[in-house]
């Protein structure tokens, strides 16, 4: 099993440039989420959505906006970046019932110069 | 606001010793808390605790909840270098339609010769 694929791994913008991060999760889980990291700040949530057609704002949505077109995918989209989205963004999924803890990807390296 | 404090933020020790990481938090509607270790990639899992007085353990870490004081600790036994990284405590809620968890801004570990 994959777990949770993110794509792509490293990526360049300059400001004002638009890129969709995308993420796919193979567990079969209903709720996903979108997290950045920065250095100090442990990671902070941005969206999540629990099933598909469904979001909802995290604690850091602005600037950002989030599709879930299935159960599978949910994309992160910077429609205009600056540079303090340079970050680490983290996608994760979680299975509702069961008590399973939140499977992450390996992550996306952002830099906005 | 829900709320995760995790203290130290930083610790240096020596290999052989003994430390407790400890997470206090302020959220509503509490589902569990989870222990994460965060080397140079994603989050890896640790434990998930529900339960007040409940010790987790796995090899040399162990965990407990306390849900009347809203705390947690996690302990690490005869630490090794290997230990060396960010160890990040999160707590899930439930918001009616979905589990959200917020996380501590960490605690990293170094663990010397």
């Known amino acids: 099993n994959a777990g949770v694929t993110q794509t792509p791994k490293f990526q360049v913008l300059k400001t004002g440039q638009s890129m969709t991060l995308q993420c796919a999760q193979d567990?079969?889980?209903?709720?996903m989420y979108w997290y950045r990291q920065d250095p100090g700040m442990g990671l902070r949530l941005i969206y999540y959505s629990a099933s598909e057609g469904t979001t909802d704002k995290g604690e850091v949505p602005n600037g950002y906006n989030v599709s879930r077109l299935n159960k599978r995918e949910f994309s992160l989209r910077l429609e205009s970046a600056a540079p303090s989205q340079t970050s680490v963004y983290f996608c994760a999924s979680y299975r509702e019932a069961g008590g399973s803890p939140l499977h992450f990807g390996n992550g996306t390296r952002l830099t906005v110069t | 606001e829900d709320k995760v404090v995790q203290s130290p933020l930083s610790l240096v020790v020596h290999e052989g010793d003994t430390v407790t990481l400890n997470c206090s938090y302020e959220?509503?509607?509490?589902?569990?808390l989870l222990w994460y270790k965060q080397e140079k990639k994603a989050p890896t899992f640790l434990f998930m605790l529900?339960?007040?007085?409940i010790e987790k353990k796995s090899g040399r870490l162990s965990s407990i909840l306390d849900k009347k004081e809203l705390f947690s600790i996690l302990n690490i036994t005869a630490t090794q270098t290997g230990d060396s990284a960010v160890y990040l405590c999160a707590v899930g809620v439930y918001t009616g339609t979905a589990s959200k968890l917020t996380f501590g801004t960490g605690t990293r570990l170094q663990v010397t010769l």
């Open positions: 567990m079969n889980h209903n709720s």
């Open positions: 529900t339960s007040s007085g």
């Open positions: 959220v509503t509607n509490f589902r569990s």
